[in-house]
């Protein structure tokens, strides 16, 4: 499977022309292949607006995102969406659910197998042939990673995937997935607020700030995986980061103090 190079230039967006600064402000980002960048920042900062228009969701103002150097204006089946909540079809079962893309695109048959492989990796094998209804969260989550694994995706988008799960089902799926999309490949965008989060599953966390939304920092992590979250490397990137998004939080602060003086 190929992966994807993405590219961010300099994009501006406005959701309306009576907003007085832009919803997201300039971006720059080349997000490498087969690499995973965590967008991390406060609520209303633009992650999910940025991470639509990766998605060919929504089109900039001004600027381009560029998927393999082709601009990208509309939706993809290559380029594939996780949300929070994983909207499964609830009459269905969990391999009719994970075949769905393969069903959809006509190619389901002849791939019966790769499908069931993707259950067994994600940990389904028992569940198979289960209403997705009788999974707990965090099993519906696993059949909508099988789902988004099965139409061999080279970009794989993820908006807070993972924030309706209690945390130890959160922990043991940011580790699977981070290790599975890595094997296979996968470039993936993790949109989150969790700075957890970012440092057990990203090689790169970019850090955004709010009103207007930009980039205002970085931080690469460079930890093999699976990571060791009591690990002193570990602990020490999470403490670097958190450190620096207060950095920026206080400067943010200070600089809206002003401008109300
Ligand atoms: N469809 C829309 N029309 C107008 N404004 C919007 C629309 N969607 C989002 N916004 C505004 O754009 C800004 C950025 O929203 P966005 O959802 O991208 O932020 P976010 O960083 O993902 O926030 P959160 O972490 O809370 O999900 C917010 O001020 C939001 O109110």
């Known amino acids: 499977?190929?992966?994807?190079?993405i590219w961010i230039s300099d994009l501006t967006h406005y959701y309306n022309k009576k907003q007085t600064s832009p919803t997201l402000d300039n971006i720059n980002l080349t997000i490498p292949k087969g690499q995973l960048t965590a967008l991390i920042g406060r609520s209303g900062c633009g992650k999910s607006?940025?991470?639509?228009?990766?998605?060919?969701?929504?089109?900039?103002?001004e600027g381009a995102v560029r998927i393999n150097g082709?601009?990208?204006?509309?939706?993809?089946?290559?380029?594939?969406?996780?949300?929070?909540?994983?909207?499964?079809?609830?009459?269905?079962?969990?391999?009719e659910n994970a075949a769905l893309s393969l069903v959809f695109s006509g190619t389901y048959k002849g791939n019966e197998e790769r499908v069931e492989n993707l259950l067994d990796m994600v940990g389904l094998t028992e569940h198979k042939d289960k209403n997705v209804q009788q999974l707990s969260g965090?099993?519906?989550?696993?059949?909508?990673?099988?789902?988004?694994?099965?139409?061999?995706?080279?970009?794989?988008?993820?908006?807070?995937?993972?924030?309706?799960?209690?945390?130890?089902?959160?922990?043991?799926?940011?580790?699977?997935?981070?290790?599975?999309?890595?094997?296979?490949?996968?470039?993936?965008?993790?949109?989150?607020?969790?700075?957890?989060?970012?440092?057990?599953?990203?090689?790169?966390?970019?850090?955004?700030?709010?009103?207007?939304?930009?980039?205002?920092?970085s931080l690469e992590v460079p930890v093999e995986y699976p990571r060791d979250r009591s690990a002193p490397k570990f602990i020490e990137l999470k403490e670097q980061l958190f450190a620096e998004f207060e950095k920026i939080d206080q400067a943010k602060q200070a600089e809206l103090e002003q401008k109300a003086s």
């Open 1 to 5: 499977m190929s992966a994807s190079n």
């Open 49 to 61: 607006t940025l991470l639509q228009m990766l998605a060919g969701l929504l089109i900039p103002t």
């Open 70 to 95: 082709h601009t990208v204006y509309k939706p993809n089946a290559k380029w594939n969406m996780m949300f929070q909540k994983p909207s499964l079809y609830p009459w269905m079962t969990v391999r």
């Open 138 to 217: 965090g099993q519906q989550q696993r059949v909508a990673l099988a789902r988004s694994l099965a139409a061999e995706p080279e970009v794989l988008l993820l908006d807070e995937p993972f924030s309706a799960l209690d945390a130890f089902t959160r922990a043991q799926l940011q580790t699977e997935v981070a290790q599975i999309c890595h094997d296979q490949g996968i470039t993936m965008v993790l949109v989150t607020h969790d700075i957890e989060e970012a440092v057990a599953m990203a090689d790169k966390v970019v850090i955004m700030n709010h009103n207007p939304g930009r980039i205002v920092g």
